[in-house]
């Protein structure tokens, strides 16, 4: 339980074993783009809606990995990276709009009748200025907050509710028309990225691929995090915050950094999200998301690498196949989960694993 | 033509009411609009019974013949009749009268209503008879007339009276100076007034949010105290409340429909009964195999939640539901002439102390309630003494559940009940319980009503959703003042 680390899990699952699934996986998810490519009426072909679906899942289990981060390491129950997700989402969006919308306003807000664009508008038709905002959005309201939070040691349920009241205040913000951030619809029908077109096999492919890049280097981010000095002193200030305090330490340098880097993340998440699937609206704000997102976690396995992964991969596959099936049932069905994960499987899946193969 | 001077004649007292009723139904609409105001002007009350069932589109209660009336003698004949009533015995009519004629009175009519206002006994029906003369002399020819009137209309809080005096300050709508200046004084006098009983409105509806937000959160304070874990599924239980009320609604309809008048106080033990008993339920099979981790209690009662509002979403359909207010909950005392205080949301003001009165003495005065105290303040040792904690959990978490079914009950009877009832007040609930502090009945009730009376506040001035975010900012800032809430336990333990 105090090493959290992939290799306890590799090491008993046996590290030949696991490393050869996952070269399958990535191999399997380089492959997919490619096989995309081809065409429609070759058997092998990848239809869009399957690489979008799961390049949405990719982008989803990075959100699980941030979350793990400061929940699995630092022990801190976000649930509101929803929020983040979405800010990030947001910022190219607002850089999509302005390719869409050419040299006029985007089209909700000549419906709105305005006549210029408000400041915070102001550079986003620029790539490299979006990609900033991407980051800086996340990371500098996630800093203020944390700074805030991490020093009057709110921690443990406080800390979850005002994450999750800090994320509904946001969704609330964003469902305003006059916020300028095109209100409950969102942003959507974008045309091109970078002038490419958004809807093509060749730049779907490309968002893939960068998706999965990422994934891999936030794993490997991840991974260098947990074996590293800063890792184990986040796990020490899960387990015993005082006692680290008393050892010296001053644990709000840890946890802001952790709580930032996974809110910027989960902000580059959205931003690779928002491309692949077409539209962004304040809905995915909503507390419901976030929290969902904490049961990928707990699924999977929190305080392990691959778990989240796991997680998020496996609920939002149910997801996509249960919403078809059974539509009524998908609530029970996700309620029952939130019950068992959090009393039988209190190491998730990743957890389940080790107990099967005892080294 | 004729027919309009045969009217005159009939209407000397000889002429019947029959006649009048039969011949104001063979004349056309404008004959029937002149007749009108000429009741009006000089009313007679032996024709009060013609006009009270020209309201009904009668001529007499016991005819059948339907009056064809547009709306603009509807609007004569609420006058007329109004005019009649000034007449009456009862001075509570003559009041509703005198308002009424506020509104609608004619030029025809100042004769009229200065000679019932030398005769008007009652200081009430005066003030206010005076007030809808003054809107009539407002546009009398003499400056000094004009004068008096608008310096009456300065001593009312009447939103009516404003629009007046704006209209009279219109350029070129008055030229004399005097009369100029005094209806600029008692513009803002009137505007003074009314500013007095908007901010008495907000301050009345914060109360009322603040007493459905302190139903909402005693019970979450009682438990999170109590056990260290936050009830996601606490909503749901507002929302089991709500849908209870509408059950015995249901059923009472059904089965007495004699009762339907107190239904609300049926289906409040109703309500504490299915609350506490899933709370009760929930605690002996979930929530009490995760004690000592509060963050997978967190997800475990949110799962509950979601099966919670699907299975009542499956049962009675994703659509509200309808509750409706027995008699004595609907309407509303008239206060200031801007502020009406809805009876309902009075009732549900004394039903939340009602309630908080009640647990202080069940946890103050009773062995349970000492039990619970003791738990709360340490588990271990109380389990020393011989308290069964595990029986004081589940009767804590039952009756934090069922003061929650209670506040659906009251919920109910002011907004609409579906299955995402309790979604929309659960972070609200949380916040009084982070800015009131654990466990503490004093700081609920006094962060409850605050954020309620900060929220309507807020709200006129910069918006709903701002105002929520405000509201969110300055508990994060105020929590960096007091981490454990406004009423801290005072404790040395450290984990």
């Not at chain 1, 699934?21 to 058997?43: K, T, Y």
């Not at chain 1, 969102?186 to 890049?213: C, E, H, K, N, Q």
């Not at chain 1, 609530?331 to 107990?355: D, H, M, N, Q, R």
């Not at chain 2, 206002?117 to 407002?138: H, I, T």
Request: glycine share 10%; net charge positive.
């Amino acid at each position: 339980m105090n090493q959290p680390l992939l290799v306890t899990a590799t090491r008993k699952a046996g590290p030949r074993v696991a490393l050869a699934i996952g070269a399958v996986v990535v191999l399997v998810l380089l492959a997919l783009p490619l096989l995309s490519l081809l065409p429609a009426d070759h058997s092998l072909q990848v239809s869009a809606y399957t690489l979008t679906l799961v390049g949405k899942i990719l982008c989803y289990a990075i959100v699980a990995l941030a979350l793990n981060l400061v929940w699995g390491y630092a022990g801190l129950l976000s649930l509101g990276h929803g929020l983040f997700f979405a800010l990030g989402g947001y910022a190219m969006g607002m850089y999509l709009m302005r390719q869409a919308a050419g040299d006029g306003l985007p089209g909700f807000m000549t419906f709105l009748s305005w006549t210029e664009l408000p400041w915070y508008w102001v550079g986003t038709q620029h790539f490299a200025w979006a990609l900033c905002l991407v980051v800086l959005a996340p990371g500098l309201l996630a800093l203020v907050f944390g700074w805030f939070a991490f020093r009057s040691r709110i921690k443990g349920v406080y800390f979850s509710i005002m994450t999750q009241a800090l994320t509904f205040a946001g969704m609330l913000l964003f469902f305003r028309n006059e916020t300028g951030l095109g209100g409950n619809n969102g942003f959507t029908s974008f045309r091109t990225i970078l002038g490419f077109d958004i809807a093509s096999p060749g730049t779907r492919a490309v968002l893939f691929l960068l998706t999965v890049a990422l994934l891999l280097a936030s794993l490997y981010l991840g991974w260098c995090l947990a074996r590293s000095k800063f890792g184990r002193v986040l796990t020490a200030l899960r387990d015993a915050e005082n006692r680290l305090m008393f050892c010296g330490y001053d644990p709000r340098g840890f946890k802001l950094l952790v709580w930032v880097l996974s809110a910027v993340l989960c902000g580059l998440a959205g931003a690779l999200y928002v491309p692949q699937v077409g539209i962004i609206n304040p809905s995915e704000m909503s507390p419901t998301n976030s929290i969902e997102a904490a049961v990928w976690v707990a699924l999977g396995g929190r305080g392990t690498l691959i778990g989240p992964l796991l997680g998020a991969g496996l609920v939002n596959g149910m997801k996509s196949w249960f919403t078809v099936a059974f539509p009524e049932f998908w609530l029970f069905f996700l309620g029952a989960l939130f019950i068992l994960v959090t009393l039988y499987l209190p190491k998730g899946v990743v957890g389940l694993l080790k107990k099967r193969n005892p080294a | 033509m004729y027919r309009f001077l045969l009217a005159l004649l009939l209407l000397l007292p000889l002429a019947g009411q029959a006649n009048e009723g039969e011949f104001f139904l063979a004349a056309k609409p404008n004959e029937q609009a002149r007749l009108l105001q000429d009741w009006a002007a000089q009313p007679d009350l032996a024709r009060l019974g013609l006009l009270t069932s020209l309201k009904q589109g009668r001529i007499a209660a016991d005819d059948t013949r339907k009056v064809r009336l547009n709306n603009r003698l509807r609007g004569l004949i609420d006058n007329a009749l109004a005019s009649h009533q000034l007449l009456s015995d009862d001075s509570y009519v003559r009041l509703a009268a005198a308002r009424q004629l506020q509104k609608s009175a004619q030029p025809a009519q100042v004769a009229f209503l200065d000679r019932r206002l030398a005769s008007e006994a009652d200081a009430a029906v005066q003030a206010a008879l005076g007030l809808a003369l003054a809107n009539l002399q407002l546009a009398a020819s003499e400056p000094s007339v004009r004068l008096a009137a608008v310096r009456l209309l300065g001593e009312t809080g009447d939103p009516q009276a404003r629009t007046r005096l704006q209209a009279l300050l219109e350029p070129g709508a008055e030229n004399d100076p005097a009369v100029r200046t005094a209806a600029e004084t008692s513009l803002v006098q009137v505007q003074r007034k009314l500013l007095i009983g908007e901010l008495l409105g907000q301050a009345f509806s914060g109360l009322s949010l603040g007493s459905i937000l302190l139903l909402a959160a005693l019970g979450l304070a009682i438990t999170f105290g109590l056990l260290g874990v936050i009830n996601m599924a606490h909503g749901e239980m507002l929302m089991l409340g709500a849908y209870s009320t509408y059950m015995v609604q249901v059923l009472v309809q059904r089965f007495a429909p004699g009762a339907i008048e107190f239904y609300p106080l049926i289906a409040l033990p109703v309500a504490f009964a299915v609350s506490a008993g899933i709370g009760m339920l929930l605690e002996r099979t979930v929530i009490r195999h995760l004690y000592g981790r509060p963050l997978e209690t967190l997800l475990a009662t949110w799962g509950i939640s979601l099966i919670l509002i699907q299975a009542i979403r499956l049962l009675f359909g994703a659509q509200n539901v309808e509750v409706s207010n027995p008699a004595w909950l609907s309407g509303g005392l008239q206060v200031l002439p801007n502020l009406v205080l809805p009876y309902n949301r009075m009732v549900i003001i004394g039903f939340a102390l009602a309630v908080v009165l009640l647990t202080w003495l069940l946890l103050n005065r009773t062995r349970l309630g000492l039990n619970v105290r003791a738990v709360t303040q340490n588990r271990n040792m109380a389990a020393c003494c011989g308290v069964s904690t595990g029986r004081v959990d589940m009767l804590a978490f039952g009756l934090g559940s069922g003061i929650a079914g209670l506040g659906g009950v009251a919920l109910s009877q002011v907004g609409n009940v579906g299955p995402d009832l309790g979604q929309s007040y659960i972070i609200d609930s949380f916040l009084v319980v982070v800015l009131g502090g654990v466990g503490q009945l004093a700081g609920s009730l006094w962060a409850a009503f605050g954020l309620g009376i900060v929220n309507k506040l807020l709200e006129p001035q910069i918006g709903a959703v701002l105002g929520k975010i405000l509201i969110l900012a300055l508990i994060i800032l105020f929590i960096q003042k007091r981490p454990q809430g406004l009423f801290a336990l005072k404790g040395r333990v450290i984990d």
